[in-house]
DNA sequence: ACGCCGTCAGAAACCGCTTTCGATAAACAT
DNA sequence: ATGTTTATCGAAAGCGGTTTCTGACGGCGT
C-alpha cells in the first residue's frame, strides 16, 4: 500500500480516509462504507470509525467523491444576464433564492456557470454541464431564440428551464401561467369598464413576452373587443424600452385608455413618460403590469399588476428538477403556476357597471383582422421590425 | 494498460484524454501537456493531437482535473439569507453580478452553498469550503456577530468578504465607505439648513450598521451638532424595520426635523408610514436614505440617498480576491471603494445659507455626551435592547 | 568514436474516494 | 462431521486527469 497519509493543498494537510483507516486499523473500505451508510460492518468497527472521525476532523472530499461516483451533488445554473435581465433583476433573484433553499435541503449546491475565459465562450451547455459533471442544470432568463437549446432538451441531463417552454426526455421547465395572467389583466380592465386597451410586449424572443401576448388577444376575444395592431408596441421588458413605447403610443392618432404591460419594469418606464409629460394616472390612462416586482407596490400611485409567485416558482422549479433527476424514467411534462392579479391604484374605474354585460358592447366586431396566435405573432414583429 | 476508453454517467459515454492517446497513437501523459499547454512535445504531435481532440469534442473533466491538481476554478460563495437580506436583496445581488463578470473571465465559475442537508447544516467556512475544494471564497451579507468569523479569517483559504472588515493572512474585504457617506448625508442635511438631524440605523450586527452610525456622530461633531440618543433608532435594515422605528419616532416629545436612515429599504418603510399618518416629505421631515437601490429613484418623492457604487464593488471585491488568490505573499489590506450623495426630492431646503458658517451656530456643545464610537454604540445598543 | 546535451515521449505514481468481489470465519443446518 | 449460510472485511481496480522522472534518439563538438 502507497504511504498515503496526507495530502498539501497550499501548504496544508487534509486528513483523507486512509487516516482514518490507519488509525482504526481497518481498510479504506471499510471506512467509506462506514461513512456512506453501508450495512456490511460490524457495529463495534463503525462506532470506532465514527469515533476517530469525529475525533480526527474528517471532512470528505466531494471532488474525489464525484470522480468515484460521477455524481458531484450540484446543481449548474445559466444566468443569463442580458439587458438587466440577469441576476440583476430582482425577479429572477427571488425565484432563484427559493429554489437554493429546497435543492439545498437535498444536499446540493449550486454552480454558476461564470467561466468566460476565452477558450471557453461558446461551449454550449451541455458541454459545459459536463465539464462540472454537474448532477442538474437550471435555465434562467434564456431566451428562446438561444441556439443551444435545442441541443440541451435532446441530451440526457436533467435540466429544468424557467420562463421558458424546453421538454425532453430529461427536461422540462416552469413557466408562470402567463396566457392567463394576461387574460385576468385585460378582464380586470374591462370590468373597469374599458375597452380601448393596448399591449406593451418585449421583442418576442421570450416565452412570457410571446404568451401574454396571446393571453392579451384572448382576454380581447373573450371580451368582444377589436383587436388593433397599432395597439401593440414593443417595450423589451425593461424601464426604457417601457419609456419609449410610451411615447410611441402618445403619437398614435387613436389613443387607448388602458395600458397593458408584459411586464412592471416597462410600466414604470412608461408611467415616468406619462408623468414627465403632464398626465395623470390613473385619471389621463389606466396601467396594468405584471410580474409583482418588490417596487410595483411602492410607486405612487402603486402599480395594479398580475403577480408571479416567485417563491412558489423557485420551489416547485426546484422539487420538479430533483424529480428529473431521481427518477429518470417519469417522462417530465412542465409545470407552470398560477398568478394572481393585484389591484392597485393605476386602474381607473370608468363606470360602475360590473355586470358583464360588457362583453355585448358595440365594440364586438369579429373583423377581418386575423386573430390566431400566429398571425399575432406577425404582425407584432412586422411591427416591432419597422422601427 | 486497462481498458480505459469510455465512462459512462447515466448511459452516456465520454471522451476521455484515453481515447485521444489511442487515436493519436500516444500516451495520455502527452495529450495532458499538449491540452495544458507544455512546450516539451513536438510540433506534429501537438497538432495532431489538437486536430483529434476537435474531432472527437473532447471536453476536460473538471472533477478529474481538480482532483488532480488540487485546484477547481471555482470561488465558494457564502450569501447569508436572513430577514430579507440574502440573495433577495437587490443590493447585493447587484454586486454579485458584476463579481460574476470579472472573476469569470479569469476563468472561474461560481459554487454557492446551499446544501444544507441534516448532516451539514453546522459545518463551518473552511469545512465547507475544503469539501467542495474552492479555489476561493466570497462572504455576503455574514454578520460581524458570526462565529465562524475567526476561524475562516485565519485560514489559509483566499477569503473576501463585503461588508464586512475580515483580514487575516490570505482575508481581506471590501466596504463602501461608510463613514465618509453618512458624514456626507449629514453634512448635506446641514447644508439644507437641517440642525436636527436623527438616525435610523439596524440592529448593529453589520459592519455597514456601526459605520454609518460613527460616520453619523462625526458628521454631527463636525457641524457642531449635539449627539442625542433618543435620536438613535433601531431599523434592523428591513422595511418594517425602518417604519416602526419611524413610528416610535413619532412618540418623541422633542422631534427631528431630518432622519438619516442607514438603509434604504428603512427610508422607504419609514416614508411610508409618515404618508399614511398624513406628514408630507420634505415639508413636515426630511429623508435620506443610503445604499440608493433602483427603487430609490422611482419613489415620489424620489429618495435622496448615499449611492453605493455596486458595479465597482462587484469588480474590486473580484480583482482583491484574485489577487489573494495568485499572489500568496501579499498581505492583503482591504479596499474601500467612495460613496457620492444623490440629492432628490426627499431632502427640504429649510435655508438657501449655504455657507459652511452654519458650524459656529448655537447649537454647538462640547457637551458631556460621550461621543466616542464604542459610547455611541453602547448607547444604541441599551437604547435597542430596551424594545 | 565518444561523451554530452537537448528534444520528445511515455511509464507510472499519484489525487481521495467508491465499489465489486472474493476471502475468512463463525454460525447454522443436516 | 460436513456442507451452507451469514456477517464482516479488504484487495484492487477504477474515476479522468497531472506530473515527475527516466529513457531513447539524434545531433554536435572534439
Known amino acids: 500500500m502507497p504511504s498515503r497519509e496526507t495530502c498539501w493543498k497550499k501548504g496544508f494537510s487534509l ?32 462506532a470506532r470509525v465514527e469515533a476517530i472521525t469525529q475525533e480526527l476532523g474528517y471532512k470528505q472530499n466531494a471532488v474525489a467523491r464525484g470522480l468515484a461516483t460521477k455524481r458531484s ?43 468566460n475565459a476565452p477558450d471557453n465562450v461558446h461551449s454550449g451547455y451541455e458541454d459545459r454541464a459536463r465539464h462540472r459533471n454537474v448532477d442538474g442544470l437550471l435555465l434562467l432568463g434564456v431566451w428562446r431564440t438561444d441556439p443551444g437549446l435545442e441541443a440541451i432538451s435532446r441530451s440526457s441531463i436533467p435540466c429544468l428551464s424557467v420562463d421558458l417552454d424546453l421538454l425532453g426526455p430529461r427536461a422540462s421547465y416552469l413557466v408562470s401561467d402567463n396566457v392567463d395572467g394576461a387574460k385576468k389583466a385585460v378582464d380586470y380592465l374591462v370590468q373597469c369598464g374599458h375597452t380601448r386597451i393596448a399591449f406593451v410586449g418585449d421583442r418576442f424572443s421570450t416565452k412570457p413576452g410571446h404568451d401574454r401576448l396571446v393571453g392579451y388577444q384572448q382576454g380581447l376575444e373573450h371580451n368582444g373587443l377589436l383587436f388593433r395592431h397599432e395597439w401593440v408596441l414593443d417595450g423589451d421588458f425593461t424601464e426604457e424600452g417601457g419609456r419609449f413605447a410610451m411615447e410611441r403610443m402618445l403619437e398614435l392618432p387613436d389613443l387607448p385608455t388602458a395600458i397593458f404591460f408584459a411586464g412592471d419594469m416597462m410600466a414604470i418606464g412608461g408611467m415616468e413618460l406619462l408623468k414627465q409629460r403632464g398626465y395623470v394616472i390613473p385619471e ?13 407596490s411602492h410607486l405612487s400611485p402603486a402599480l395594479t399588476t398580475i403577480r408571479q409567485k416567485r417563491g412558489e416558482m423557485g420551489t416547485r422549479a426546484a422539487q420538479e428538477l430533483l424529480e428529473l433527476i431521481h427518477k429518470p424514467g417519469k417522462p417530465p411534462s412542465g409545470v407552470v403556476v398560477d398568478v394572481e392579479l393585484v389591484a392597485r391604484e393605476t386602474v381607473r374605474i370608468v363606470c360602475a357597471d360590473s355586470s358583464s354585460s360588457l362583453a355585448s358592447s358595440d365594440f364586438f366586431e369579429k373583423s377581418g383582422q386575423a386573430c390566431d396566435v400566429d398571425a399575432v405573432e406577425q404582425v407584432c414583429v412586422t411591427h416591432s421590425a419597422e422601427e
Open 284 to 296: 389621463d390612462f389606466s396601467i396594468i403590469g405584471f410580474d409583482d416586482i418588490v417596487m410595483s
Open 15 to 46: 486528513t483523507t480516509i486512509y487516516d482514518i483507516a490507519k488509525r482504526a486499523g481497518v481498510s479504506s473500505a471499510t471506512v467509506s462504507k462506514v461513512l456512506n451508510g453501508y450495512p456490511d460492518v460490524n457495529r463495534e468497527t463503525r
Open 73 to 115: 451533488m450540484t446543481i449548474g445554473v445559466f444566468f443569463r444576464d442580458h439587458a438587466n435581465s440577469g441576476l440583476r433583476h430582482p425577479f429572477f433573484a427571488d425565484v432563484l433564492a427559493s429554489f437554493k433553499d429546497v435543492i439545498g435541503v437535498a444536499g446540493y449546491d449550486l454552480l454558476f456557470f461564470a467561466n
